[in-house]
């Protein structure tokens, strides 16, 4: 009979309180995903690329997954409080029929044990399913292919999200039912009326809300202008006013909830009684609501970040290989060697284009420095509009005096390459090169202002007129290479102004007959092995991959998305749980009330639409002042965070972030109509009149 009455008890529990219970089976399913990242297929691929980094990644997830612990003990302290509070006077029965202090705490702890273990059954097929599937789909998006994907079950996730989820769970649950199982029968039996709370003058309220939205509204133009990340001070001064602002927003908000009662907008059924339960919970949960409501600003924003970096686009792939000649032989000859090597091991078919692509520096003086000077262009640029973006671009420019130097004909073969038009220039032209990485889009348009007037440089004592647009195609396969200044010139002066001492690099592009049967990835994996077999570095020649740049690409993404949307999971569980439970909670607390309007005749109906007309304001206030500071959050994240060369794509990744936002609205939604139902039933319980002893 013992059993049975536990298993009834559990079952109505999970009931009653589905909500968190589905919040639970959430985070079981949000920390085996990140606990077997290492088991997914992008990162077994990265770890043979990226080793150091994927390793030093797996080493801070531990510390993810011990502060999510921390955050979910509260939540289950909490939640499990509301729980056992709404049983007082169930207990006081089983006490007052004969059952002891210590079968009471076994009992209330079997019926936990029992649940916890329910959710880790239903949580953890989920959970490895789910990772399964991720994987899959990751694999196939990056390229890698998922002919080679196997099951996997990564035992070490599964030990670490039982023993945590159950040492938090038990936790919580041991210190609440001890709690419990000693108070006496009348303490059980007595309601508790709500809080006592006492309430200040509508224009102290008034003057809170004021600041808090002074304070937003500063933090809002600090993050939205671009360097709040740039400095320390900046950025816990701008986190500083975000955090004191929403807290004294919502300190403040009834001032504002009390308009529509004092311009007489409350004629309606129970209306008065619903805007002073609303003012009621503002007044004493404030707290609870800005807390809330800065974790779904966390959520907001981590879920846009990481959706929005999962799809943005890096540069361009155009070359898949880069060959260089280390030898003390001269290179120029490097092409016509190499291709030899490669026919000798039947690689030449692997290719369909090798071209060269020569580097090399001013040689025409003994003094190689101030052998550069583009005065015309300081001047032009001291004229602009003044900026942080022509303050920098001025800055980085004045160091220019011993540029790099590229032949055209090479560059123009990457341009035909990339299915660009060719550059053409005279004999006293140059065209500017800037690496992306060195730049953004604002400064690329100044300096392409001033290149539109052909200004004059002079290298040495010789003028050159700089024209066209600034060029920033990848010179070669991985980054190795990144100029933040060169000169592009045409073929007679680069090997004049260099004596003919250049770097010489060539450039490979696969044959689709190689791809055609398995992914670029693969196809370029496969070559790795047989190059490598080759002992290339024996004979001076040395090589790098696309593998290298897409390697970086994806552990940036994985770093990124996988890190963000865990914790966005857990922020968003974590606060509409305890709004929630809260509300529940306060309801509970203020029975009595809705008692006596049932005595006074009022419909449940009439109940029910009140309830949720306070669940909306209860739940929508904190959901809404996320949403606006989302905004603004993931727009500053992203012009901090995001690289250069993805900041042209920045207005896509923010529509990218808005719809994430929308169905995260959506989610709160869900839960806002699973919290009326909750609500609905407990109302229907007060509707019997009940005597008072």
Excluded at 473 to 498: G, N
Excluded at 585 to 603: C, D, I, P, S
Aim: hydrophobic fraction near 45%; glycine fraction near 6%; aromatic fraction near 10%.
């Amino acid at each position: 009979m013992f059993s049975n009455l536990i298993l009834r008890n559990s079952s109505r529990s999970r009931k009653e309180n589905g909500l968190f219970f589905s919040s639970l089976v959430i985070s079981i399913v949000a920390f085996y995903i990140i606990l077997s990242l290492s088991k997914q297929d992008v990162m077994v691929f990265l770890m043979k690329l990226e080793s150091n980094a994927v390793n030093q990644l797996l080493m801070i997830i531990p510390v993810f997954y011990g502060i999510t612990l921390g955050i979910l003990f509260f939540l289950i302290y909490f939640a499990c409080n509301y729980q056992l509070q709404r049983r007082r006077k169930e207990f006081a029965v089983y006490l007052m029929m004969g059952m002891s202090g210590r079968k009471l705490f076994a009992m209330l702890l079997a019926e936990d044990l029992l649940s916890s273990i329910l959710a880790l059954v239903i949580g953890l097929p989920i959970a490895v399913l789910l990772s399964e599937l991720i994987s899959l789909i990751t694999a196939k998006l990056v390229g890698i292919g998922i002919i080679g994907h196997k099951f996997t079950f990564s035992l070490p996730a599964v030990g670490f999200t039982i023993a945590g989820f159950l040492v938090i769970k038990l936790t919580a649950f041991l210190v609440l039912s001890r709690k419990i199982s000693r108070q006496e029968i009348g303490t059980l039996l007595f309601d508790s009326s709500g809080n006592k709370t006492k309430q200040k003058p509508a224009f102290v309220h008034g003057i809170w809300a004021a600041l808090g939205i002074i304070m937003l509204a500063a933090a809002y133009a600090m993050a939205i202008e671009g360097s709040v990340w740039y400095e320390i001070a900046t950025m816990f001064l701008t986190l500083f006013l975000g955090l004191l602002g929403t807290m004294f927003l919502f300190y403040g908000i009834w001032a504002v909830i009390a308009l529509p009662i004092k311009a007489g907008k409350a004629n309606q059924n129970l209306s008065v009684f619903t805007f002073r339960q609303i003012q009621e919970n503002v007044i004493h949960q404030s707290l609870s609501m800005a807390v809330s409501s800065l974790l779904i600003l966390a959520a907001l924003c981590c879920f846009g970040v990481g959706i929005a970096s999962a799809n943005q686009q890096d540069k361009e792939h155009m070359l898949d290989y880069t060959f260089r000649d280390c030898s003390a032989e001269n290179s120029k000859d490097f092409l016509t060697r190499l291709q030899a090597v490669l026919m000798e091991n039947d690689l030449d078919s692997q290719f369909s284009q090798l071209s060269e692509m020569r580097i090399g520096h001013i040689s025409t003086a003994e003094n190689h420095r101030n052998e550069f000077q583009m005065d015309s262009v300081m001047e032009s640029l001291s004229r602009l509009p003044p900026s942080e973006d022509r303050n920098i671009l001025m800055n980085n420019l004045s160091y220019v005096d011993y540029p790099h130097l590229i032949c055209l004909s090479d560059y123009n073969r990457l341009l035909k390459t990339a299915g660009k038009p060719a550059l053409t220039l005279a004999a006293n032209e140059a065209a500017v090169y800037q690496d992306s990485d060195f730049t953004n889009s604002s400064r690329t348009a100044m300096l392409n202002k001033i290149l539109s007037g052909s200004p004059q440089a002079m290298i040495g004592k010789k003028p050159v007129y700089l024209t066209g647009e600034c060029q920033s195609l990848d010179l070669v396969t991985d980054r190795s290479i990144t100029l933040f200044f060169a000169l592009i010139l045409p073929d007679e002066q680069f090997l004049h102004d260099t004596k003919g001492h250049y770097d010489v690099y060539v450039n490979g592009i696969m044959s689709q007959e190689t791809t055609k049967d398995c992914s670029l990835i693969t196809a370029i994996s496969d070559l790795n092995t047989r190059l490598d077999g080759m002992n290339l570095q024996d004979i001076g020649i040395e090589y790098e991959s696309y593998l290298q740049t897409i390697s970086r690409q994806l552990f940036y993404m994985v770093a990124t998305s996988y890190i963000t949307i865990y914790l966005a999971i857990i922020f968003l569980v974590v606060a509409n749980t305890i709004l929630g439970v809260q509300f529940l909670m306060n309801q509970q607390k203020t029975g009595r009330r809705y008692q006596t309007l049932v005595r006074l005749g009022a419909a449940y109906e009439n109940l029910c639409d009140s309830a949720r007309k306070q669940i909306n304001w209860f739940i929508g206030l904190p959901v809404f002042v996320a949403s606006v500071s989302s905004f603004f959050g993931v727009k500053a994240l992203f012009q901090s965070f995001l690289s250069s060369q993805v900041q042209g794509t920045q207005e896509e990744m923010l529509l990218v972030s808005a719809a994430m936002i929308f169905v995260l609205c959506v989610v709160e939604y869900i839960y806002v109509t699973a919290i009326k139902g909750l609500s609905d039933r407990y109302l229907l319980t007060l509707m019997q009149p009940r005597r008072e002893e």
